[in-house]
């Protein structure tokens, strides 16, 4: 009598593990933001509902909390941007500028502690720019960063950036909203926080 034995191969090999799951975009809003000013190197703005980034006396700091994004899924990510809103600027002088965005060095800050004297260093060069900004009604500006996030984000908890604008004309009123903003006009909500906007690909 022949006895034949079967074995199911599907049962001998070992079950892949599925992808991680993830979603189609998230948004991260900054934890800490402030500027600073060469004139006061050691005052702190960090309450301030204005961000203001006229070069070369002020320079904006933003920092945000990136725990929550899983690292298993950064291969997955399609971009990264920071979104921020230009100031309503009141006055009759209208300032055309250059905003720029800096890395900034993994040397942890605090809104209600940093000044121009202890501000984190930046990189030398932008790693992001957008032209002809006008500073005179509320507006989302939109900054590619995903390259120094992704970076960054390999060893920080933290991401931080620092903004400033260049403009040949009336300089000083060039500014963006704070996260504080709420603190002035409670009934906006965190619709004019800084934000990362981090986008996935499709599934």
Avoid at 18 to 40: F, N
Avoid at 72 to 88: A, C, F, H, K, Q
Avoid at 161 to 166: I, Y
Wanted: charge should be negative.
């Amino acid at each position: 009598m022949l006895i034949v034995i079967c074995f199911t191969i599907a049962s001998c090999k070992k079950k892949e593990s599925e992808p991680p799951s993830y979603p189609e975009s998230l948004k991260i809003s900054a934890c800490d933001d402030a500027y600073v000013l060469s004139d006061y190197p050691d005052m702190n703005f960090g309450d301030d509902a204005a961000l203001y980034t006229t070069a070369p006396g002020y320079e904006t700091y933003l920092r945000f909390d990136i725990r929550n994004v899983d690292k298993n899924t950064l291969s997955m990510i399609e971009g990264v941007e920071l979104r921020i809103i230009t100031g309503d600027n009141s006055t009759t002088s209208k300032p055309i500028a250059q905003t720029r965005i800096y890395g900034v060095s993994n040397i942890p800050w605090l809104e209600e502690l940093i000044t121009y004297n202890t501000k984190p260093a930046h990189s030398v060069n932008p790693i992001g720019a957008k032209s002809n900004i006008t500073f005179d009604i509320i507006a989302l500006q939109q900054f590619r960063v995903t390259d120094d996030f992704l970076v960054c984000i390999q060893s920080q908890n933290y991401y931080s950036l620092m903004v400033q604008s260049f403009s040949p004309s009336e300089p000083s009123h060039c500014y963006y909203y704070s996260k504080d903003l709420y603190l002035k006009w409670p009934e906006v909500g965190d619709m004019y926080n800084p934000t990362l906007f981090i986008k996935y690909k499709s599934k």
